[in-house]
């Protein structure tokens, strides 16, 4: 009976680390993307768009490939839409940002667990003591990735419209930038006005 008592205490510990899991791989799954713009911009006018001189994500002088990769993305989801890049005088410029932090979260899980005490003598028979319910503390250290993707009206110098998307990175998309810049930029883009709006 010990034994049996200790194989159902074993598995819900092991039930409680796979749902945990399993929520965690949930919430990975897809970041959080959101949006804003202007209230009086037409997007109608808009048909040209070309990059800032400086973006955000270039550092000490020279492009990095975080850039290229986002530049690329970027120019493939907004040519799908109908706009055009341009090298000169374009009506939309385009400017990015990237970041990843490290984030800790601590979290409760509830166990049960049966304490015997002073019923030590319950051990091994029959029947087993009232369940004491308590909660194991886990904390889970993870990246957070953050990207903002900025239209700017190129003749006001005027933000007309941003997206920004921000999730728990997977090793997936660490292991694969590019890739991962990519569906980034198209979940960022789901949220473009259409030139016929």
Known sequence: MTKKISSVMLNRKFLTATVLTL???ACSSKPTV???QATDINFNQYQTFSFVEELATDRAGYTTLVTQHFKDAIRSELTARG???VESDPQLL???NSNVAN???TRS???TSYHYGYY???RGIVYAGF???SNDVNTVHYKVGTVNIDLVDASERRLVWEGIAEGTLKQEDLEQPREAAARTVALIFENLPTQKN
């Open 23 to 25: 929520i965690l791989a």
């Open 34 to 36: 959101r949006s804003d």
């Open 83 to 85: 706009f055009r890049y």
């Open 94 to 96: 385009v400017n990015f």
């Open 103 to 105: 984030r800790s979260e």
């Open 109 to 111: 899980v509830p166990t």
């Open 120 to 122: 030590h003598y319950r």
């Open 131 to 133: 369940p004491v319910y």
